[in-house]
């Protein structure tokens, strides 16, 4: 099995279809269309980058004011206005939140592609696949709202028993005494659901690609469907896989409105992810206190907004590069 | 003399039928194997109800999670017993697969459901009174009939509407750009408008409160300045789908243009667009339907306001996000039903667009092409010069 499953099938060729490197003489019309074309795109790169160094410059503020050091890590409390800019604990909250949504979120994901793929009656294909990518464009609040009533509530009583008999493993405790609703793993939880259509809508694309002929093989030699899947299916499109799952941390992290409604944050570290009061998030900050803060304040949240980006950044670059490598023609 | 011209029209190459090759498959499922997964199935209820009477445990969720490990468990031993190990583990993949593919949809069409379910009873109570109606008699008790969502459905349209006459055309001419053009300049471009893409959505809002609406004080929260949020949104990720689309445009079409002397303008906006032209209103579509329910670039910028207000560019105006976010934070339970009716009016929008996006796109350019309006006709002097 091992000397057929990681081939990859040839490439179909774009039948002849690379651009021929045509030396025309451009006529005047054609020069300033260009000109059209190439101010166009000067004018989407000033904007898009007149964001990043118009945040970074404002953002510079609570730098300078932060100290430069590593203060901006160690300090325990987030309050700028008394020049405390102890930012770890959001960003370890917003990481965490990520995660959780990730962990939780990904072999489901998997599982529901490779159900619509291999396992699901061939009519229903078109149908799930359409759901799929529809339930990726419901907006986010909605997500958050139905979280807040309902998953919230639900996953108190679990979180509880968690708390009482397992809690001999740091993260399943509890920062403070109280409801077990507006916690780090509730938003987690949520966040989990938004997730899966974005994973699964990138890896079943990548799996559909993975050679036919060679699965066939894999059957015909008598192979069963999951060992078809083992070593055909998953193999090819390992590389699309892990790009999927991390552009899912990426939109984990930029979430703002579920994490806004459900959590609620105690801003100090701790390991404790399972109620109130517990770790911050970036996201929940820079919402709640932007409309009351002082300039120094806002400057702070600035820099979060920045981390925040410049994290999410790092991993959709990676995620991106991956997926690239893997040949699949999504993203 | 009334000799009728063709139009000159642009068409795609007919395509070659793709050979369908379908994996055989086994239809019917054996009564045998029946039996084995009713019966481990009751197998694992009795096994499970026994020990929490005995232990005296309580709980749907648990329950629900022990019996499908215990079925699990106790298939697995079924089928190994039978048929020995390595169907064994193909028959435990299968069950896991449907399980984390069905604990996947629950989620999603709970949602869904939810919406539908609390959300029509509010939006129909009165009929086109929710859809008309603004809030401006909002109060905890309130009954449904007293408020309603109109101006937030003016303003979502408003500012989505300005955000995208903003973006589309900067992102199309950008990604015409980044197609034809490989230097530098279009690689540094392209590098940026990915970034961009993946930015989370806060920094938008934030990006336009500091630019747009601090300098300007009171009369700085606006629906034009929401717009604009939304647009900073929007403009990577129209500009990133609209480079794929004209990217699959056949070179061939190209290079037939070239080469029969039309200048590379007219090869452009001739041929290359109007052949993209189903992949370019589908990815509009679905860009507008991507930013329509983002609440964060519109929470600091739109500023709220429970009466209408038609004029985007003076004065705080609402829309569906944001007006959704404001009731889930009133207390009263009646306002949080009143929220359950806007997600609905919210959902029904996005949704409306993404179906009209795919109906679109599952057009296939078809032979006749497009005809550019303005050109379908030859001039005298041409048609004398022919």
């Known amino acids: 099995m091992s000397t057929l499953a990681p081939q990859r099938a040839p490439q179909p060729v774009q039948d002849d279809d690379v651009p021929i490197n045509l030396n025309i003489k451009p006529v005047g019309a054609d020069r300033a269309f260009n000109g059209l074309l190439a101010g166009s795109s000067a004018l989407v790169l000033l904007l898009l980058s007149a964001v990043v160094a118009f945040l970074s410059w404002y953002g510079f503020k609570a730098f300078r004011e932060s100290g430069w050091g590593p203060r901006l890590f160690t300090d325990p409390t987030w309050s700028p206005d008394s020049h405390h800019f102890g930012m770890m604990s959001l960003l370890v909250g917003s990481v965490a939140i990520a995660l959780i949504a990730v962990v939780l979120s990904a072999p489901i994901s998997l599982a529901t592609a490779l159900m619509i793929n291999e396992y699901a009656p061939r009519q229903l294909k078109p149908l799930l696949t359409g759901v799929i990518d529809m339930l ?4 986010s609040i909605v997500y958050g709202f139905w979280g807040l009533l309902l998953i919230s509530n639900i996953q108190a009583a679990p979180a509880r028993w968690l708390v009482d008999h397992v809690s001999f493993v740091p993260i399943f ?9 507006k916690s780090i793993f509730a938003c987690g939880l949520i966040c989990a659901v938004t997730i899966i259509p974005i994973i699964t809508s990138i890896s079943r694309e990548v799996m559909a690609q993975a050679p036919r002929d060679v699965c066939e093989a894999a059957l015909g030699l008598g192979g069963t469907r999951w060992g078809m899947v083992t070593d055909v299916v998953l193999p090819f499109s390992r590389n699309g896989i892990l790009g999927a799952i991390l552009l899912g941390v990426g939109r984990g992290l930029g979430e703002t409105m579920i994490v806004f409604l459900v959590l609620s944050p105690g801003n100090h570290l701790t390991s404790a992810l399972l109620g109130p009061n517990g770790l911050g998030s970036i996201a929940w900050q820079i919402t709640s206190e932007w409309t009351t803060a002082s300039p120094i304040n806002q400057s702070g949240l600035v820099l979060l907004g ?15 590069l991956i997926v690239q490598r893997s040949n699949a023609s999504v993203l | 003399m009334t000799q009728t011209l063709e139009p000159p029209q642009t068409s795609l190459p007919p395509q070659e039928e793709p050979i369908v090759d379908r994996p055989g498959r086994q239809r019917t499922v054996p009564l045998r194997t029946v039996v084995e997964m009713v019966g481990s199935a009751v197998a694992a209820v009795a096994v499970v109800w026994v020990a929490f009477t005995v232990a005296g445990i309580t709980g749907p969720l648990g329950f629900a999670f022990c019996v499908v490990t215990a079925f699990i468990v106790i298939y697995g031993l079924v089928c190994w017993q039978q048929y020995g190990m390595l169907p064994m583990k193909d028959r435990l993949a299968t069950v896991a697969i449907w399980t984390g593919a069905l604990s996947a949809l629950i989620p999603l069409v709970a949602v869904i459901a939810y919406v539908i379910i609390e959300g029509f009873a509010v939006v129909f109570a009165q009929f086109p009174h929710f859809l008309l109606a603004d809030m401006s008699n909002l109060t905890a ?35 015409t750009y980044l197609v034809n053009n490989s230097n530098a300049f279009s690689r540094v471009v392209s590098n940026v408008v990915d970034a961009m893409t993946g930015a989370p959505a806060i920094i938008a809002g934030i990006f336009i409160y500091l630019l747009w609406v601090v300098p300007q004080k009171e009369a700085g929260q606006t629906g034009f300045a929401a717009a604009l949020a939304l647009a ?47 992949g370019l209103i589908t990815a509009m579509i679905l860009g507008i339907a991507r930013v329509a329910g983002e609440t964060a670039p519109v929470l600091f910028t739109a500023g709220g306001n429970p009466h209408y207000n038609w004029n985007p560019f003076n004065g705080k105006q609402d829309d569906l996000p944001l007006l959704m976010k404001e009731l889930i934070f009133q207390p009263g339970n009646n306002v949080r039903r009143d929220a359950w009716g806007v997600a609905f009016v919210l959902v029904l929008v996005v949704l409306t667009l993404f179906i009209l996006a795919r109906l679109i796109g599952a057009k296939k350019p078809g032979p006749s092409g497009f005809t550019v309006p303005w050109r379908t006709r030859r001039s005298p002097e041409e048609e004398a010069e022919l």
Request: glycine residues 8%; proline residues 7%; aromatic residues 2%.
């Open chain 1, 306 to 320: 920045l981390i925040l980006f410049g994290t999410t950044l790092v991993i959709n670059i990676v995620a991106r």
């Open chain 1, 136 to 139: 990726a464009t419901v907006p």
């Open chain 2, 232 to 278: 900073v949104m929007m403009l990577p990720i129209v500009t990133r789908a609209s480079q794929e689309v004209i990217a699959i445009v056949p070179g061939s079409l190209k290079e037939a243009a070239l080469a029969l002397g039309s200048p590379q303008w007219r090869s452009v906006v001739r041929v290359t667009l109007p052949t993209a032209r189903v």
């Open chain 2, 141 to 175: 008790t309130s009954p449904v009939t007293a408020v309603g969502a109109g101006a937030a459905i003016v303003g979502t349209l408003e500012q989505v509407g300005i955000a995208t006459v903003l973006t589309v055309p900067l992102g199309v001419l950008t990604a």
């Open chain 1, 173 to 181: 405790r509890t920062p403070s005494t109280g409801e077990y609703v």
